[in-house]
């Protein structure tokens, strides 16, 4: 008996030690199992700096993930996300409904790039994940509401290989755009297509100054000098 409780000793000492290994690896497993999921998906180099999954608390958060272009494309950083932080709802994950209680997105900057043929990065990851989708069995998920849309956008970079040298940097400027209680796909899509909207001018307004009114020109003629009355002259024999 004292041989066997000391062997079940040890095996329990065994799994305690391997559970706390487990615990403090986690993330970085996690990590390397999410990075080549999107490597996997998108066809994209993948780059992870930090991820932390709460054990108690239903949350996820990814810092400096980094997508690069493919090498036709130069290989330049895609998408640089700062910070990706969700806070989900675990019951509504049971029952196969994505309800998200917090999204908070922070893109540090974003690469459009056109090769010399005239295509760009984004149609060209686009259509191998209108591929990709198309050759895998449909989700059984159902999206079930956001109730915060939090989103920072920062630069966005637009190259040409046929003129390397040629890159064009906007800074979009959104800083902790909130958008609360979208629940539904459409309420998400129609928040995004507000916030492009607002860029879109934005931008426009800032390289293309609004003109001052030109419909009533002004005359190049200068105006005529005001008319001066008659000198008068003393009649004769007066002083």
Known sequence: MR???????????VGLVLSIGVVLLKDLLLKELLASHIERETGLETRIGRLEVGILS???TVENLRLYNPPEFGGSVFLHVA???VEYDRL???QRRVHLRLFRLNLAE???VEDVAGQTNLESIHRRLRRKQA????????????DMLNLSLGRLHRLNLAAPGRIQTINLGVQNEIY???DTEKDVLYALGRLALRIGVSQLTNHFPIAPDVSRPRSTEKA???LRPPATTPAPGRR
């Open 110 to 112: 974003a690469s459009i």
């Open 92 to 94: 509504a994950l049971l």
């Open 224 to 226: 005529p000098a005001p």
């Open 180 to 182: 609360t209680n979208l």
């Open 58 to 60: 239903p949350r996820l």
């Open 3 to 13: 041989f066997v409780f000391r062997w079940l000793f040890r095996l329990l000492v």
């Open 135 to 146: 050759s895998e069995p449909r989700s059984d998920f159902t999206f079930g509401g956001l």
């Open 83 to 85: 910070e990706c932080h």
